[in-house]
């Protein structure tokens, strides 16, 4: 007691050189100390009776307390030494004033607690332990640098640090660093090599530099937005945080790893950057100049609200990249994914952004975005794609090389189009949102493949140069609607499927399938499109295959075999080329449409009006048609400029409800032809020629304006002609054929010609009398009769033979020349009124039989003196014989009626007396005249014989014959 006394009671004097402080130690004024003071556990400092300095210029090692007075004296302390605390320092101000200085707190939680802790030199602060501060107010007056390079730490409890450069131990790994608590926040200062702890609060200009790692919780002081930057390598394990209402922005130039929590306002991040913990500020920038490099790991996404690329050199992943409910923005700088890494975004949404990947085939990059992530203004090169793409504007494109596992479709906000620059593979959906809205994919590339569902609202094939297109098999195109703008087409590369698309290649742009491959269609329907197959005659062939409703209009198709059904819905649809079909063709039941064929065509299938109304017409132009199907549409039209080819399969018949022509080379049969119930028109008496020796068919239906010409009746190959069933013909000319069936006539204008051999029943229809004209040689061997009703009428210009049935109603032989009747087997004619007429036109007339006029009395004639003579009777060959008709010009042609044996005349004797031949023979009376004929040779050709004379009767004399030897031979002329 006695000394603590006398201690109290002491009294300080100025320029004392040392001082260990035992007691308490009260200044009393302002007091320079130039040696050390020593305050022992026991010992106080403190002023006495007003606030005053103390200046030691030594070192000062406290173990006691250095305090402002309780009264509220204040006490300033200056040392230019070092510092050792390991007691209780809390006084007003704390100024370290000296050079080279050290700081040590040695004690466990020894604190340096002065009001204000004041660094007054520019010189470097070594701590030589771990340091404590509290309730501090820590200023570097002159920027000065607080050392911790030995490994220690600075411990900030309720304190403001400013103004200092706090030098963490050199290393890849800081083991020194900065603990503060309490509400302790730094100023203007810098960390080098540090490890933050605690919760470090940031006021303004706080930079880490070196590598500091940070395993406590940053965040701004709470007065304001605040700024914490990082220069060089950053380890987050800890937090970065906001202190609401105020933000905290990092600023990371060197290379930021977050293994932490980063909760904060905004990461501004000038280098690499690794995250693998939870990184989620409100704005995530990448803002070098040079590439970034950025590495995430597996479920550990960035998670900025908002993430921003401002660097125009972009970024290159270093892992697999993951992104969950950002708002991406790359300002159209590159994301480069490398090494095969992959990139996945989880929400949010990615715009303005160039993402490249490592391509589709062997070290291959992944695109994964789901969760509603949508994409605006992106670019997406040489990737696979999976997940859920979302299309939020037209400005999206895919590039390179595609491959899509991922559904991509249009945000349900509005109608999206998504360019495709790749060569694209999908494997995935390509789809309109089923939330509302649409997709339109714009296809600019050159190989497009479907594996998967493609069902979006359009695929608009839009290629400068031709375009590959493929599909696996049962993975169609189902777009709604599928365009083509490509003016050099779309080639396939695999059989092509489409299911209920709408297709319009504008232009009549083509789908060429001249590989060998097949088009499969199932509903929809095609416009303005050209397709190209590899021909029915190639190697390989191509098919076209369409149904369930498929219908067509403005659409060519070429060198193909048809399969399904085709429905026309318009009239600007053709065949072309070489066309197989085995397809059932037709109208679309909404009007008559007419089909061009402008192929080779043979159809095997049905060609045929809609069931459901209105009719199809077909306009054949090519040169080969063939059927070998059913063929019942409503009008089968032939109408090439050069002679057109057809043939039908046997019972395999054209039926079309009409058949017209209006090809003036006409109609050439390939095959025996068929035709059933069909109303025939060749307008202008256009032809079916049959001359190859192939036979017509007709059942039922009509002909009218059609010739008909064979192969003829003595041909080798002859032709026949066999009709029925109701069948009629009006306007009609046969020529050189075997008739067989039942014709009817409709009108005057039917004639036969050439050569016809008739088996078959020739009758007028029965609507009217109608009159048929045999212009050249007719053979009947079947039936001409009258109709049921009204009469049938026959004029024949050219000979006629008849073993058959002959009993029309009239019959007129008007020929020019003379014209032969044969009656075989006893046949007659037997008409009702049967005439010869006169081709002369001169009275007077006269009728001669076998060279004798016919007798006036002979009731079997009348019109004997007319320029028609009559039969009263059957002509047969009772009065077989030679006909004419003597005019006031001369004789007329000759008409003769016999059994079709011509007698030839018999020489029955001669002489020669006084250089006169003198022959006899038997008279013909048919003959009109004799002919005689010599020759000094009887086995000289005929046509080298003489003709010596023509006489009328049945003996002549020749004069001046002075050969020694002469034959002679005589023909009859009818």
Known sequence: MKRFFVILLMTLLPNIFALDVAGVYEITSDVTLNEDLNVLPSGTVQCYNGSYTLTVN????????????????????????????????????????????????????????????????????????????????????FGGVLDLQNGFGLNLDNCYFTGGNIMGQTGDTPVSYLYMVNGSFINNSTGYNLIYSGITLIEDNVIATGNCVNNGEIKSWSNAPRTFISQDNFINNGSIADNPPYGTYFESYGYLENNGTVTNSSVICYGDFTNKASFTPQYFYLSGTTV?????????????VNTACLNPSGITSQSDLYFENSLIDFNDNPITLQDGYGL??????????????????????????????????????????NGTLDISDDNCSLNGSILNYATIQNRSSYNYTLTINADFDNEGIITSNPGGYYLYTDFYGSNLHNGGTWTNQMLILSGTDAQNISNSFSTPFSPVYISCSNGNGVIAKSDLEFVNSLINFNGNYYIDLTEGYNLYISGGYMNNTNIFGAGTKAPAQSEFEAGNGFYMQNTSLENLTLRGTFDLSNDNCSLNGSILNYATIQNKSSYNYTLTINADFDNEGIITSNPGGYYLYTDFRGSDLHNGGT????????????????????????????????????????SDLEFVN??????????????????????????????????????????????????????????NLIMRGTFELSNDNCSLNGSILNYATIQ???????????????????????????????????????????????????????????????SEIASSYLYFLSEIVDAPYEWYFNNSPVEATNTDFSGIYTDVLRWLVPIDLDHGGTYYCQTNAGPTRKIFVYDGIIPVPVITGGGYTNGISSIYWENIPSASSYKVYSSADPYADPSAWTFETEVYTNECSIPDQTEQKKFYYVTAVY
């Open 344 to 385: 996945y975004v989880s929400g949010g949404y990615m715009i303005n952004t160039n993402l490249t990947g490592a391509g589709t085939v062997g070290n291959i990059s992944y695109f994964e975005t789901s969760n509603n992530c949508y994409l605006q203004n992106t670019d997406i090169t040489d990737l696979v794609l």
């Open 58 to 141: 030594g070192n000062i090692n406290n173990m006691g307390i250095i305090q402002d007075h309780t009264l509220g004296y204040l006490l300033t302390l200056n040392c230019s030494g070092n510092l050792i605390n390991s007691g209780i320092i809390k006084n007003n101000t704390f100024n370290m004033n000296g050079t080279l200085q050290t700081i040590l707190t040695p004690a466990p939680l020894a604190s340096i607690e002065p009001a204000y802790f004041n660094i007054m030199t520019p010189t470097p602060i070594i701590g030589a332990t771990d340091l404590y501060f509290r309730n501090s107010v820590i200023t570097f007056m």
């Open 631 to 670: 063929w019942t549409n409503q009008m089968l039209i032939l109408s090439g400029t050069a002679a057109q080819n057809i043939s039908n399969s046997f019972s395999a018949p054209f039926s079309p409800v009409y058949v017209s022509c209006s090809n003036g080379n006409g109609v050439i049969a390939k």
């Open 764 to 826: 007028n229809k029965s609507s009217y009398t109608y009159t048929l004209t045999i212009n050249d040689d007719f053979d009947n061997q079947g039936i001409l009769q009258n109709g049921t009703i009204y009469d049938l009428n026959i004029n024949a210009t050219g000979n006629v033979k008849n073993s058959g049935t002959w009993s029309n109603t009239t019959t007129s032989f008007t020929g020019t020349v003379d014209q032969q009747i044969v009656l075989t087997y006893g």
């Open 678 to 735: 069909s109303l025939i028109n060749f307008n202008g008496n256009y032809y079916i020629d049959l001359t190859e020796g192939h036979n017509l068919y007709i059942s039922g239906g009509y002909m009218n304006n059609t010739r008909i010409i064979g192969a003829g009746t003595t041909a080798k190959a002859q032709s026949e002609f066999e009709a029925g069933s109701g069948f009629y013909m009006q306007n009609t000319s046969l020529e």
């Open 292 to 304: 970034q490099n950025i590495t995430t790991a597996f479920s550990c996404p960035v998670s900025a």
